[in-house]
């Protein structure tokens, strides 16, 4: 039989060790076979299955972008088993990788358009991606704004990143803390994202909004962009149910008729009217 | 496809020659009370008379804990030994019901609906299926109302209609099956032209898949999930005893710098099985699971899979500790 | 039968309660109702059929919400309600308690202690079925015992009915589903098994009011319930227990005396 088993997961070296934020680390991975290298290929938005060994699975986005070749990487916060067997790996430690999973952001199809991200806490790995992919095709797009949000200060990712972005002419950079996780030093905004968003009132002209954060962000980010005047279609946010397989299995994140892991995680605000909102 | 006449005698030597060949044969047995599919030597062992065995027998083609694949772990590296499809032996299943059998198919649709799962498969290769048909039911039979029968020859390799003379008509119906008379060709004889539909037991259809997909498509925010479930206890029984839940969690089984990484059976109906690491939970009551393991099978399945995710073996209903018969709540969402 | 339906018709009308928790006939035997209007208490049934220790569901939230509500309370319940009262899960304010005593006479408790002295009428006997399997493992040497248990608990395949239906096991989440660390594979295995049922039997110590609602919903026929049974049988004289009573002075695994007469403990 040469039936590939799925389960099995590529092999992967620890190249480089990222601090983020407390208890927030970001890994880049390269193959440790070189045929697996040359073969593997992604799209933004798209996930996998990361493996402690010794300790499971844990499913995450791919937070590089695909533009940028011969790695992936991965951003996580230590909070369970698996992320805790993870933190406590060294650089050069060896690791499991399963994917690519799931479908991408529609790239192509927003070519000639405006792009406002926004993400909140521990979310921004999936949007990072598809930013830097984004950024590396910059003639692409129009206007590219992006709006972030946290905790604290503290709790901010990629903080060299948020840094990078907002100096580039080409970026509008909001990054925002909520009420009481602001620092003495604190040049940025103070408010929730949704509010944040309100304020900074990108046009919905021509204008393709990606949401990404913890679902209560979620539900009130979308009626102010419904309010901006954004329709269904031009609002895009990435789900993450818990999985276990990645691959349409296990049936731990069908949602309606939908699989998470297969039919998204990438979706339009009009594709999820047709999934029941309580259950994601 | 061919139909034989196999006499109580032929049947009992070709049983034999079945052990003879060195293939694993699982049955019905009754032991401790209740009536199980076990590792058999001798006819013997099977048991008779009883409507249902407690558990299907899923479990040949999705065992309950499977190793997906060993590893050791070696200064920072890590060995990998993938599964081996070939440590699978052939395997015949005995005396299996025409529900059982009917369940390889909505399993399989599940495990390789996307992307070929190569443990179910490779089970599925190893697995010769010989199914008896129905004479009995009970109240909780109803295959007739979810596109099977007690006839059905779905899912399986053979099918014996066992006759009054203890004798049975043998449908052969796949390359498996014939490889499983060639064992022992001469105790099939020419078919007598009995009549098989006269053996199988009157089981009137008691619902409409199509009006009860129809009635699902609009149902999610009805309040019959929550009036149903509410005593549902939300344990695994249901799950565990059904022949096409496939619900299943990846576990890791450590021992010191070896270590196996496991596939066991899940159910949607647990409390925690969504639970999202944050807390979140987007199926935190009782009702909602509920609602999913109802849905999955009867409304999702038929969508996506063109399966329906039931094959009416009342399994779930006799398991429940609480009376929860899913033909009753069936019936009844066909009725509103 | 009609003064429980009337009774609990009349509670539901007067808005003395949102919810009682009774029995109806099932498709195999009586199984749980849930009356939130009067009609629905014409479904009412009590008689000796009706065994599901319904003490399981006084302690789920969603189902009860936060009014008043009450149960009609065979034996075992109103046992498991003691139980549950003793551990701070519940309170008179919130649940009344109906049952048919003997005389088939309706009884209303409205304080615990009414029920404690009404239970304690009843004494704790093993019917026939566990006295003919307990006295055959006690019979047993301690290697039979353990291989009669190995077999059995080699047909457990992990789905939680003797928790789920026990309304002791009342923890948001239970010890096999932690996992830092992971004290007891969730997988099924015959030494997992064991060690599952083994954390559970401990953890009913000095709780368990022998209900049987753990040995009734195994699936797979696995005599569960005999175990805590048994631990209650022999904890109760060492610890000045009364079987079927709930132990007023803690349970036997978390309780310490400075007088305790064993060394090994102080």
Known sequence: MSEKNTYLPYLMTIDKVIKEAPGVKTYRLKFQDESEAAAF??????????????????????????????????TFRDTGRVTSGMASLEEGSTMGFRGPYGNVFPLDEWKGKNLVFIAGGIALPPMRCVIWNALDLRENFKDITIIYGAKSVNDLVYKEELKEWADRPDVRMVTTVDPGGQTADWTGEVGFVPTIVETVAPSAENTIAIVCGPPIMIKFTFPVLEKLGFTDSQVYTTLENRMKCGVGKCGRCNVGKLYICKDGPVFSKAELNFIPAEEY | METKYISQGGMAQWFESIIASGKRVYAPVNSRGQVDFKL???????????????????????PKAEVLFTYEKDHGKVNLSDFDPETIPETVLWKVHPCDAAGFKPLSAIFNWDSADKLHNAHLVKTSVISFSCAKADQSCFCTSVN??????????????????????????????????????????????????????????????????????????????????????????????CPTCACFDIQEDVHGSKGRRIRCWDACGFALFTLHTSGHNPREHQSQRWRQRILHKFSYMPDRLSVVGCTGCGRCSRACPVDMNILEHITSIAKQ | MKKLRDRVAALLDEGAVSLVIGYEEGTKRPRPLFCRNSESSGKLIFDSRCFHNLAVYVTKKELVGKER??????????????????????????LLVLTVDLNGELREFVTFEEISAYVAQFEMKRGEREQEILSKIEGMTREERWKFWMGEMSHCFKCYACRSACPLCYCTKCVVEVNRPQWINPWPSPISNMEWHVNRAMHMVGRCTACGACGDACPVGIPIDLITRKMMEDLAPEFGYIPGQPAKQGNALSSWKLDDREQFIR
Do not use: H, M
């Open chain 3, 69 to 94: 509500f009450a149960v009609t309370a065979p034996i075992s319940t109103l046992r498991s309600i003691l139980q549950l009262y003793v551990e701070n899960q519940l309170s008179e304010e919130k």
């Open chain 1, 41 to 74: 290929d992604f799209q933004a938005g798209q996930f996998g299955e990361y493996s402690a060994f010794g300790e499971g699975e844990s499913t995450f986005c791919i937070a590089s972008s695909p533009t940028r070749k011969g790695y992936i990487e991965c």
């Open chain 2, 148 to 241: 099977g029968s007690p006839g059905n020859t779905a899912g399986s390799d053979i099918q014996l209609t066992v006759l009054p003379d203890g004798g049975a008509i043998a449908e052969i119906l796949t390359p498996k099956g014939e490889a499983l008379v060639a064992l022992l060709p001469p105790v099939f004889e020419a078919e007598r032209g009995d009549k098989k539909e006269q053996y199988l037991v009157d089981l009137p259809a008691r619902f409409s898949l199509e009006e009860v997909n129809a009635k699902l498509n609009k149902a999610f925010n009805s309040t019959v999930w929550k009036e149903q479930s509410e005593r549902c206890i939300g344990c695994g029984a249901c799950a565990f005893v």
């Open chain 2, 40 to 62: 058999v030597k001798n006819l013997s062992e099977v048991a008779d008379d009883y409507i249902q065995t407690t558990q299907s027998i899923k479990a040949s083609v999705y």
